[in-house]
């Protein structure tokens, strides 16, 4: 079967991975309406090409936080990749840097860091963090990963507790026995004492103390964050102007608008819908990014025109390596990366920084 698009990549893991790990991977919150929002809001937004304008020559690069990226589509952090290939993130690493992006590799990793960073060095890496009650221990991570040469520290804000995800609770998800969560196996006596840290049924708030997630955290814990690191931080799960304004005033270099795949709270804004207020709001003092929802090419042009300096995709990226690991993945991006290229030279842009608002109306439908 030729895997044209994405949605080939979807049908592809769909049909071949366990029930049990395509559950987890596609799950949204209660009736996921969210997740399917994010998707949703893109098809309302209409483009308004220009005509005759010299598209011969295309640049696509664009930079995040100073670092030239050959396309403006990254990697979002997502758990667990050994669910959808035996190397798990080695080989999003090394898919992420044959590609020349950005791989941000989240805490639930299944290999550690270190692995990560041998299996593609010289890779455009940022790391994301949940900050977990052991403070010592998320200290750790952060210290690692500078070390490590990680060149970003994503904290995700949405995620106190875990949200409700039907079929992960029907199905009893957990970690198959021989796959761990790499990152956490020293860090918390937790892990090696309680048999349901490996699941993800974390959805009452008293499971905290299982996972070690920290519900206290607050704005004042960025500024503990810079006290560890001279890594930029960018916060991800932004979605309203007031919170904008605070990560602004916190200090952050960059805000990644998320709702987190609408595994969260449900029947919160599309991702695409609040990067208009995000971005207002900011006006240009740091960098937005935006991820949920993408799944084209023009997916992602309509983002930047709407003030998003990159993409992130999550599921798309499980779905590349269910389908052939490292080289299924590379195959995502590089239809991302030409699906752009397409769009923005029908729209008539030559480059990155020809894409502007003009570019996008909000359809009357």
């Known amino acids: 079967m030729a895997m044209v698009c994405l949605s080939d990549f979807e049908a592809y893991a769909k049909k071949y991975l366990p029930k049990i790990a395509w559950d987890y991977f596609a799950a949204g919150a209660d009736d996921c309406t969210t997740r399917d929002e994010n998707i949703l809001a893109y098809k309302r937004i209409r483009f308004r090409p220009r005509m005759l304008r010299d598209v011969s020559v295309m640049d696509i690069r664009t930079k995040i936080l100073g670092s030239e990226i050959s396309f403006p589509v990254g990697i979002a952090p997502t758990g667990f990749h050994q669910l959808a290939w035996p190397d798990g993130e080695k080989s999003t690493a090394r898919a992420a840097r044959a590609m020349n992006t950005c791989y941000i590799a989240s805490t639930y990793s299944t290999c550690t860091l270190e692995e990560i960073s041998a299996a593609a060095p010289g890779g455009l890496r940022w790391f994301q963090l949940y900050i977990h009650r052991n403070r010592a221990a998320s200290q750790q991570l952060v210290q690692r990963a500078e070390a490590l040469g990680f060149q970003g520290l994503v904290l995700t804000a949405d995620l106190p507790y875990t949200g409700k995800r039907r079929d992960d609770i029907r199905n009893g998800f957990r970690l198959p026995p021989h796959m761990k969560v790499k990152n956490l196996e020293r860090a918390f006596e937790v892990c090696k004492m309680s048999p349901s840290f490996h699941s993800l049924s974390w959805h009452v708030p008293h499971e905290a103390k ?56 449900d029947e919160g804004p599309a991702t695409i819908d609040a990067l208009v207020e995000v971005v207002e709001a900011v006006r240009g003092r740091v960098e937005v990014y935006v991820d949920g929802g993408i799944r084209k090419g023009s997916d992602v042009l309509k983002a930047l025109a709407l003030g998003a300096k990159c993409v992130f995709i999550g599921r798309p990226a499980l779905w590349g390596l269910a389908y052939k690991g490292e080289e299924g993945l590379q195959d995502v991006l590089k239809i991302l990366q030409d699906e752009f290229r397409l769009s923005m030279a029908l729209a008539g842009c030559a480059s990155v920084s020809e894409i502007g608002q003009h570019l996008v109306q909000f359809s009357k439908l």
Do not use: F, M
């Open 210 to 265: 299982t996972t070690g997630l920290d519900p206290s955290v607050t704005w004042n814990d960025i500024y503990w964050l810079r006290s560890l690191t001279c890594l930029p931080i960018i916060i991800k799960g932004i979605l309203t102007r007031e919170d904008a304004e605070l990560a602004v005033r916190h200090g952050v270099q960059g805000i990644i608008v998320s709702n987190h795949g609408g595994r969260q709270l």
